[in-house]
């Protein structure tokens, strides 16, 4: 069955950045996109971006330019997102979900368990 | 950017009854419209997309419907296990964005 594991909470200070993984099992990786989605407490869903595994390709949320970078390695069924320049705003946890295939790539039909960052002193 | 507005903000409903949430996008999104429910402490997961194609494993009790700008999710026969958060989706242009959820309690 399709799995996306993320990696643990992280504790972080401001300025610094922080790399969040997820790993995918159970399907192609290389033939869906990746998405990346912010909730932050008591709040709703963000959506950050999107890479295609299979050639690098990807589409960012404007907002998040600068903030945040997605990639991914083929060998290791991986991708990861880095979030840089962190401040407070970036505490939040951050889902990766796997889109649905073809011109349904939007839809996210599988989500990680989430990746706690909070950003403190 | 398209903004979704979901209504209620929360809701209150008992076992067995119909329950209808409300998503409402700021221009026309052609139907590009999926809901997720987030359990508390879990993940969102995909209940329906193309705003009434119910997702692979999701019971039937669960429908969508609208067009245009207006969607609507229909509980029927509340359960226990229904209690969360309900986000809807658009996808019809870039950002894709998410209503701000509803939260289903029960009575």
């Known amino acids: 069955q399709v799995q996306l594991q993320q990696s643990g909470a992280e504790l972080v200070k401001p300025g610094s950045s922080v790399k969040i993984s997820c790993k995918a099992s159970?399907?192609?990786?290389?033939?869906?996109?990746m998405h990346w989605i912010k909730q932050q407490p008591g709040n709703g869903l963000e959506w950050i971006g999107w890479i295609y595994p299979g050639n690098g390709n990807n589409k960012y949320n404007q907002k998040f330019n600068g903030k945040a970078t997605l990639t991914a390695d083929k060998s290791s069924s991986t991708a990861y997102m880095q979030l840089s320049s962190l401040t407070s705003e970036d505490s939040a946890v951050y889902f990766c979900?796997?889109?649905?295939?073809?011109?349904?790539?939007?839809?996210?039909?599988?989500w990680g368990q989430g990746a706690s960052v909070t950003v403190s002193s | 950017d398209i903004q979704m507005t979901q209504s209620p903000a929360s809701l209150s409903a008992s076992l067995g009854e119909t329950v209808t949430i409300e998503c409402r996008a700021s221009?026309?999104?052609?139907?590009?419209l999926a809901w997720y429910q987030q359990k508390p402490g879990n993940s969102p997961q995909l209940l329906i997309y193309d705003a009434n194609s119910l997702a692979d494993g999701v019971p039937s009790r669960f429908s969508g419907s609208g067009s245009g700008t207006h969607y609507s999710l229909k509980i029927n026969s509340l359960q226990s296990e229904d209690v969360a958060s309900f986000f809807c989706q658009q996808y019809n242009n870039y950002p894709n964005t998410f209503g701000a959820g509803t939260k289903l309690e029960l009575k």
């Open positions: 979900a796997r889109g649905l295939p073809g011109y349904k790539n939007d839809v996210m039909d599988a």
């Open positions: 159970g399907y192609t990786f290389t033939s869906y996109d």
């Open positions: 221009e026309d999104i052609y139907s590009n």
